[in-house]
């Protein structure tokens, strides 16, 4: 099969029909629910669904617990006992028979997750190779700014929180969104709640009092700002505010595999949220880095070093600088300008022309 080259035209082509669309999500919330011979690779459909299992039962442990500690006198001992072992899953079987798991947004997250993971493997791998250094974090460790210095320790603890869970195999709670977080406590509490009252019989009354003041304490106690996110866009502000978010700072985070910081600067620079950023630079999409990075006019050599690192072969490498020299900026700040609106307006765009063209009629993503 012939290779296609990438080519400004094709870039920008593709980067109208999809500016709007939610096709991936979708997709990927079905594959990943789908027998094994579906879409997603075997190690991200295994990698997903472990970390759904995992935080499931992080979750459910917790408001058991709870239930056990702070509300064992509302119920019989035999309920107690059963919420209090830990060898026997509740919730997920009752989430699982629901559906209640096929959510986009949580599986959009998780498969985000994966490859997040993989391509800062990949940058730090690359980076080793050819032989490049950088002391971008170190430095900013030692800045004689404690604002600056705090954030940039804020953003390795996120980072290490993040990267170990590849090897604990659990996603923690700080590090979901707290519209995510919101969703999957209810949920558990409603399973929790089902299993309670329909197997045990206790009083629903006194289940739903029980189990609405355990959701509003974790609620509470949620705090969105601990995601590697967060911390980046944090860390990115603040180097805006001094203007060092240059192309040199960009490298610098490349070269040390910072993806998160890479992103952050990348979606600063060009007035996107984070989420907007990163869907233009993970795959299946990473042909949109070349028009975010020529949107902000990096310079070429930058951007042949990020182009590079990001690995997309010899081949792709050379037809990717190709369209890189081909497009003019303001072509390219125009064809990232639908991923500047608001994440909410464009979500409701999205999901407005979906069903329109189900319907056959107005237009369609």
Known sequence: MAHEPIGAERLLAEAARAAHGNRRRLASLVDLFLPDAMRLSDYQRVTVRRFIARLVAAVESDVRQRL???HAGRFSPELIAALGSARVAIAM????RARALHDIELVSLLLARVEEQRVADD???NAAANGEVSTLIE???ADADPALSAAAMSLLIAESRRYY?????TLPRSDLPADLHYRMVWWIAAALRDYMTRLHGADPMQVDTALMDV??????AHDEGETLESSAMHLARLLGERGWL????????CVEGRLALLIAILASRAGLDFDAARDMILPPYGDRLILLMKALDVERETAAAILLAMGPGDAGFSDAMNAYDTLAP????????????????????????????????????
């Open 246 to 253: 240059d192309d040199q700072v960009l490298r610098a985070a």
């Open 330 to 365: 303001a072509q390219a700040m125009d064809a990232i300008r639908p991923w500047q609106i608001d994440i909410g307006y464009r979500n409701a765009i999205a999901a407005l022309a979906t069903r329109l063209a189900e319907r056959g009629s107005g237009w369609a993503a």
């Open 215 to 220: 959701a509003s304490t974790m609620l509470a």
């Open 93 to 96: 079987p009752v989430l699982e």
């Open 68 to 70: 056990v500690s702070e």
């Open 123 to 125: 940058l730090r791998r």
């Open 139 to 141: 430095a900013l460790l």
């Open 165 to 169: 869970v590849f090897d604990d195999e």
